[in-house]
């Protein structure tokens, strides 16, 4: 089992531009979560989906971030017109569906918005 | 709305020592599940550890021990004879019972150094 894949590892995307970060989670895990990790914030929650579902998006900025899942082997996370303030680690996490599941983290993306 | 709160931003600790890192949460919730992970210099981030709110014992695992106390809401980590690999930072999350949302919330972790 190779954990939860996540790529790219790093990106640097120029202000305006997009932003698409990919994420495997582990097999047979059907929750699967988005956080984001910066020094000032720590880590953030942003959306999560269990069966491929959209359950709680409630940590998305609205306007410039969206997420999908397709299929039960991976997710996206896609920021539009990427700003300074983007630049974080994103983390992808999956875990089984149950209460008491611990996640299993990728390594993460590092984005950087020059 | 729940709360994770972690006062210590960091530790150090001598090699071979115990180690206690204290973790406080608000939750309206009567059953919740609380977890500690560890984030290495790496960025990798595993988990360590759970307590079910509606166990009294506390849980342990090899060398992590949680002190689970509930009327103070309060789930200290543990660490007995500390290695210098344990030299991480440390999160404290809590998820509700029964919600049927399973996402974390996260304490703004403590940072313990481990020296020889």
């Known amino acids: 089992n190779a954990g939860v894949i996540q790529t790219p590892r790093h990106k640097v995307t120029g202000k305006g531009q997009e932003a698409t970060l990919w994420c495997e989670p582990i097999?047979?895990?059907?929750?699967v979560f988005w956080y984001r990790q910066t020094i000032v914030q720590g880590l953030e929650f942003l959306t999560y989906f269990r069966n491929q579902a959209p359950i709680d998006d409630s940590g998305m900025p609205k306007e410039r971030f969206s997420a999908q899942m397709p299929n039960q082997s991976h997710s996206t996370l896609k920021i539009q017109s990427t700003q300074p303030q983007d630049s974080a680690v994103y983390l992808c996490?999956?875990?089984?569906?149950?209460?008491?599941?611990?996640?299993?983290f990728g390594s993460g993306t590092r984005l950087l918005v020059i | 709305a729940q709360k994770v709160t972690q006062t210590q931003t960091s530790i150090s600790v001598v090699e071979k020592t115990t180690v206690t890192m204290d973790c406080v949460y608000e939750t309206r919730d009567s059953s919740y599940f609380l977890f500690w992970y560890k984030q290495t210099a790496s960025g990798e981030i595993v988990f360590l550890i759970r307590?079910?709110?509606?166990?009294?014992e506390n849980a342990t695992v090899g060398h992590y021990s949680l002190n689970f106390q509930k009327p103070k809401s309060s789930i200290g980590l543990i660490i007995t004879a500390t290695q210098i690999e344990d030299s991480a930072v440390y999160f404290c999350a809590m998820r509700a019972f029964n919600t049927g949302n399973y996402k974390y919330v996260f304490g703004a972790g403590t940072r313990l150094k481990v020296i020889a």
């Open positions: 307590q079910d709110s509606y166990k009294k």
């Open positions: 097999s047979g895990h059907s929750a």
């Open positions: 996490a999956s875990s089984l569906q149950t209460e008491n599941s611990d996640y299993t």
